[in-house]
């Protein structure tokens, strides 16, 4: 049953999207012959998976609005899981806007963004900066390049170069993504903290508190539930989502970065200006929509054990991200498995 949601109205956008689930697509199987192949075997390896081709549905997604501009803070030694399971810990000296005892932030990485007009263009782009799959999986740093939008030929490339480029071209961007949300995540642990004190919080710290907890759908003074929201997605989840919903984008509704299948209650297609306003959304979407609150708890259980964040895992929690439930889960998890996307859970950017 279709939900009713929400326009995102944030910056004057909204966000709503088609349903595409070709599911047909998630084996690199495209509309059109390949036309003539690049050989990026020697530099883009990837498992292709065996995963099989489901009945062609219409999924149940929901528009969020991607995050405004927020107060950026900067600190140089924390590592992101140090910084998230140390929380809000003392500091010697202030930093940033705030300039107060432990604030604590990641640096930001910034992506160089790179709009290739082709398939061929976006294989270029990986090869000067080094940049494979294989790399990544052996611990290497991604390179901080971000997709502005999928070739509209990347259709013609065969199955298995198809889903490498693909997933090689979205890591980044959804790294870009929960970078950002990890930074609100620390800060608001600084500021929890913080409000136990008898210094408490100065006017500048409400105001952005405030402005966070609206972004994130909450109320301020509800720090547990925010704290709930404001954390990342698994880049395994993501992508698998991502690929699928877009086959690989390939899919019509890819041409105007609709990458993630998200749907306004009419059902009518709204484009992103570029895939990362298309990732933002659907990251935002998680993290505040009612019907994914059993994925927010369960990745904060996740995290008060101290464990990572397995999205594997966390996706058995989106049964109403679809209309099939428990079979979308299911072959959700199967490419997930087949093309060992878990791999890059633990992916980082590079600072270069």
Same mark, same amino acid.
Request: a neutral charge.
């Given at each position: 049953?279709?939900?009713?949601?929400?326009?995102?109205?944030?910056?004057?956008?909204?966000?709503?999207?088609?349903?595409?689930?070709?599911?047909?697509?998630?084996?690199?199987?495209?509309?059109?012959?390949?036309?003539?192949?690049?050989?990026?075997?020697?530099?883009?390896?990837?498992?292709?998976?065996?995963?099989? *081709?489901?009945?062609?549905?219409?999924?149940?997604?929901?528009?969020?609005?991607?995050?405004?501009?927020?107060?950026?803070?900067?600190?140089?030694?924390?590592?992101?899981?140090?910084?998230?399971?140390?929380?809000?810990?003392?500091?010697?000296?202030?930093?940033?806007?705030?300039?107060?005892?432990?604030?604590?932030?990641?640096?930001?990485?910034?992506?160089?963004?790179?709009?290739?007009?082709?398939?061929?263009?976006?294989?270029?782009?990986?090869?000067?900066?080094?940049?494979?799959?294989?790399?990544?999986?052996?611990?290497?740093?991604?390179?901080?390049?971000?997709?502005?939008?999928?070739?509209?030929?990347?259709?013609?490339?065969?199955?298995?170069?198809?889903?490498?480029?693909?997933?090689?071209?979205?890591?980044?961007?959804?790294?870009?993504?929960?970078?950002?949300?990890?930074?609100?995540?620390?800060?608001?642990?600084?500021?929890?903290?913080?409000?136990?004190?008898?210094?408490?919080?100065?006017?500048?710290?409400?105001?952005?508190?405030?402005?966070?907890?609206?972004?994130?759908?909450?109320?301020?003074?509800?720090?547990?539930?925010?704290?709930?929201?404001?954390?990342?997605?698994?880049?395994?989840?993501?992508?698998?989502?991502?690929?699928?919903?877009?086959?690989?984008?390939?899919?019509?509704?890819?041409?105007?970065?609709?990458?993630?299948?998200?749907?306004?209650?009419?059902?009518?297609?709204?484009?992103?200006?570029?895939?990362?306003?298309? *990732?933002?959304?659907?990251?935002?979407?998680?993290?505040?929509?009612?019907?994914?609150?059993?994925?927010?708890?369960?990745?904060?259980?996740?995290?008060?054990?101290?464990?990572?964040?397995?999205?594997?895992?966390?996706?058995?929690?989106?049964?109403?991200?679809?209309?099939?439930?428990?079979?979308?889960?299911?072959?959700?998890?199967?490419?997930?498995?087949?093309?060992?996307?878990?791999?890059?859970?633990?992916?980082?950017?590079?600072?270069?």
């Amino acid at each position: 049953m279709l939900l009713q949601i929400r326009p995102a109205i944030e910056c004057g956008r909204k966000y709503a999207f088609p349903a595409v689930w070709l599911a047909v697509f998630a084996t690199g199987v495209g509309w059109r012959l390949p036309g003539p192949a690049v050989d990026a075997s020697s530099f883009l390896s990837f498992n292709t998976g065996s995963a099989q *081709a489901a009945t062609p549905t219409q999924s149940v997604f929901f528009a969020l609005a991607a995050q405004p501009a927020s107060l950026t803070f900067v600190r140089h030694d924390v590592e992101p899981e140090e910084a998230i399971q140390t929380g809000a810990r003392e500091a010697s000296g202030g930093h940033g806007r705030f300039a107060a005892p432990g604030n604590a932030v990641r640096r930001q990485v910034q992506l160089r963004a790179i709009n290739p007009r082709t398939a061929d263009e976006l294989v270029g782009f990986f090869q000067q900066v080094s940049y494979t799959l294989n790399d990544i999986r052996q611990g290497e740093a991604v390179p901080a390049i971000k997709l502005e939008r999928v070739p509209e030929d990347l259709v013609t490339k065969e199955g298995p170069l198809r889903k490498t480029l693909f997933i090689t071209a979205l890591l980044p961007v959804i790294l870009e993504v929960n970078q950002r949300v990890l930074a609100e995540r620390e800060q608001l642990i600084f500021l929890r903290g913080k409000m136990g004190t008898l210094a408490g919080l100065t006017p500048t710290e409400r105001m952005w508190l405030e402005q966070l907890a609206n972004r994130y759908d909450t109320a301020s003074d509800k720090l547990d539930e925010l704290l709930r929201r404001v954390d990342i997605v698994p880049p395994s989840m993501a992508i698998a989502q991502g690929g699928v919903e877009s086959g690989w984008g390939t899919s019509p509704a890819a041409r105007s970065n609709a990458l993630f299948g998200m749907v306004s209650g009419g059902g009518k297609p709204l484009p992103f200006g570029n895939v990362g306003e298309a *990732a933002n959304a659907y990251v935002a979407n998680l993290n505040t929509h009612a019907a994914y609150a059993a994925f927010r708890a369960e990745r904060a259980a996740l995290r008060d054990r101290g464990e990572a964040l397995d999205g594997y895992r966390l996706i058995g929690t989106l049964l109403r991200y679809s209309e099939l439930g428990s079979q979308y889960v299911g072959f959700i998890r199967q490419v997930m498995k087949d093309d060992k996307l878990t791999d890059f859970d633990k992916a980082k950017l590079s600072s270069y």
